[in-house]
């Protein structure tokens, strides 16, 4: 099992003070997922899939996930099924 950057919509509160609180995450397919609870928002990077920002530790239909904020996108952390890994690129070569 592997991971790759994916890319999403965000859709944020941000308060007078300046502090933003994820809402909802929008899939590439259009489907979007409620956060039930943010629990924690720190400066980290991705040690999966690279990249640095503010990291969010939310709650999604009672599973936590990683958000990150990396200004001005938001990524997730995608979980990658060995078969897709090793599925063959354009060309013939294999992912590696």
Same mark, same amino acid.
């Given at each position: 099992?592997? @991971?790759r950057k994916t890319y999403v +919509?965000? &859709?944020a509160n941000i308060d007078v003070d300046g502090r933003v609180t994820p809402l909802s995450i929008r899939w590439r397919d259009g489907r979007t997922f =409620? $956060? +039930?609870r943010v629990h924690e928002a720190i400066r980290r990077a991705s040690? *999966? &899939?690279g990249g640095t920002g $503010? *990291?969010?530790l939310v709650? &999604?239909?009672g599973r936590d996930k990683y958000? %990150? @904020?990396e200004d001005p996108r938001w %990524?997730? =952390? =995608?979980?990658v099924p060995e078969e897709a890994e090793s599925a063959p690129l354009a060309g013939g070569a294999r992912k590696r």
């Open positions: 099992m592997g @991971f +919509d965000v &859709v =409620e $956060i +039930d040690t *999966r &899939v $503010i *990291r969010y709650t &999604v239909h958000l %990150f @904020f %990524f997730v =952390e =995608e979980v």
